[in-house]
């Protein structure tokens, strides 16, 4: 029995990897559970969503989802149902297999609002079950930057109107991340200049450029180390890519970092790779620890990175850009100074979570 006030909030994410979308989608069930909602977290049963929802308290179910499963009508009406008994008011769904299934039982189930969050800035299909999901069940979607809303109606620009789509940034939580004690990830040499990337390890992320960076610099007879952090797929091809390319000694892959302040403690300057972005939520954690930063000049990049005053903004693929605006950040401790602390106002200012969160409930009216 709902309380007076008291909103059903059910955030559906069947993602299997962690990354952006799956911390904001934590973060924001925690920020709704801890207002004194109902909430419900549906997540991959081998994710670690669902691992951090339940040690948070949250009501979690674990499910697998793909992308036929629309077409499991019997399961769609069983779900379906069980929005109807829960009452749900609210439906937050993160990728498109997610959207077809969860937002079809919901719209069966008559949910009041029905909410797509894009977090990723690559143009969706105008095929005919999008353009029908679009029109007659999505009620709203919910981007993560200006370049995600872009690119959504980037194949139709009739897809879906304008005004239904908001942008609200991925947020810090500063007052939790500067209050967090801890000792830098790494020790590093006298004299060593560290370099960091921390991402997913897949072909968006473009951790190989970082093999050839690593290259030009250690044949200049540079003192450094680059940490590749991370885990996915991809992660032996690179390993054995490092070995191959004689790099052993200097690029590291620590795995994946449960201490991101740590790890952004231990480094010089921020590097990332990445061939698109929702929103670099990494970009914003760095900025957030005072690092300037390099990355490619694609996707959401330019609205975090402001070019010569928090970092560059490279050519995408382009080494030698990559190289050169790395190497005046490496030669230049004051100029990496200037750059970070840039870095921390802007995230104080633009990307600070408390700010954004107000936006986020105001907008999903709770």
Request: net charge positive; with cysteine; aromatic share 10%.
């Amino acid at each position: 029995m709902k309380k007076a006030g008291q909103k059903s909030i059910l955030f559906f994410n069947s993602n299997k990897a962690w990354g952006g979308g799956e911390k904001w989608h934590f973060e924001m069930a925690l920020t709704l559970h801890k207002l004194g909602h109902r909430v419900f977290l549906f997540c991959h049963q081998k994710g670690q969503l669902v691992r951090e929802a339940e040690q948070a308290g949250i009501t979690c179910v674990a499910i697998q989802v793909h992308n036929l499963s629309f077409f499991n009508l019997p399961k769609i009406f069983r779900f379906s149902a069980w929005l109807r008994r829960e009452n749900i008011d609210r439906i937050i769904l993160n990728l498109p297999a997610d959207m077809k299934y969860a937002g079809l039982a919901a719209k069966i189930a008559k949910v009041p609002r029905i909410i797509y969050r894009r977090g990723s800035a690559i143009p969706i299909k105008n095929s005919f079950i999008n353009r029908a999901m679009f029109r007659s069940v999505v009620s709203d979607i919910l981007v993560n930057s200006e370049e995600t809303r872009k690119t959504i109606l980037a194949n139709n620009p009739d897809l879906i109107d304008l005004n239904k789509i908001k942008l609200i940034y991925n947020g810090i939580k500063l007052d939790e991340y500067d209050s967090r004690s801890c000792m830098p990830f790494y020790q590093k040499k006298e004299g060593e200049l560290v370099i960091g990337n921390a991402a997913r390890m897949v072909h968006q992320k473009g951790q190989e450029d970082l093999l050839e960076l690593a290259v030009i610099l250690k044949e200049k007879g540079l003192s450094f180390k680059i940490l590749i952090a991370g885990e996915g797929k991809l992660k032996y091809k690179l390993m054995n890519r490092a070995i191959q390319l004689g790099l052993k000694d200097c690029v590291q892959f620590p795995g994946f970092i449960e201490n991101i302040k740590a790890f952004m403690k231990s480094i010089d300057v921020f590097v990332l790779t990445s061939r698109w972005e929702g929103f670099g939520y990494v970009l914003a954690e760095a900025m957030a620890s005072s690092k300037p930063i390099v990355a490619y000049n694609v996707s959401s990049n330019p609205e975090l990175v402001v070019d010569d005053q928090t970092g560059y903004l490279v050519e995408t693929g382009n080494i030698e850009q990559l190289y050169a605006k790395t190497l005046m950040l490496i030669g230049d401790p004051q100029l990496r100074k200037q750059f970070g602390e840039q870095g921390r106002k802007r995230v104080e200012e633009k990307f600070d979570f408390n700010k954004n969160k107000e936006q986020f409930t105001e907008w999903l009216g709770v």
